[in-house]
């Protein structure tokens, strides 16, 4: 079982950066990728960013390319992403969520278990 904690949301005008942290506890971290997922009401879940368990791999999605970056220090059991160039279109929850294996996925269905979100808002 892995438990994941979200921080570091909160309100920024476009253009500005923050950064997520996800927090996991639960001795099944090792091993697992990572991956960052966002949702806006009445839309789907979208696919923003995973790395894989080393932290060699990394994929972005279209929408976010160049502008965040996913990565991890295993030693904390935690995952960042960090969020430069803000735009309003950028503003939903953000999930932290982790899968059953090394490797890296874009699909949200690959993963196990998930954080419960943390609100990130950019004005315009």
């Known amino acids: 079982q892995v438990q994941l904690v979200e921080s570091g949301g909160g309100l920024v005008q476009a253009g500005g950066s923050l950064r997520l942290s996800c927090a996991a506890s639960?001795?099944?971290?090792?091993?697992?990728?990572m991956g960052w997922f966002r949702q806006v009401p009445g839309k789907e879940r979208e696919f923003v960013a995973t790395i894989s368990w080393s932290g060699i791999t990394a994929y972005y999605g279209d929408s976010v390319k160049g502008r965040f970056t996913i990565s991890r220090d295993n030693a904390k059991n935690t995952v960042y992403l960090q969020m430069n160039s803000l735009k309003p279109e950028d503003t939903a929850v953000y999930y932290c969520?982790?899968?059953?294996?090394?490797?890296?996925?874009?699909?949200?269905?690959?993963?196990?278990?998930w954080g419960q979100g943390a609100q990130v808002t950019v004005s315009s």
């Open positions: 969520a982790a899968r059953a294996a090394a490797g890296s996925s874009t699909l949200w269905s690959d993963y196990v278990y």
């Open positions: 639960g001795r099944t971290f090792s091993g697992c990728a």
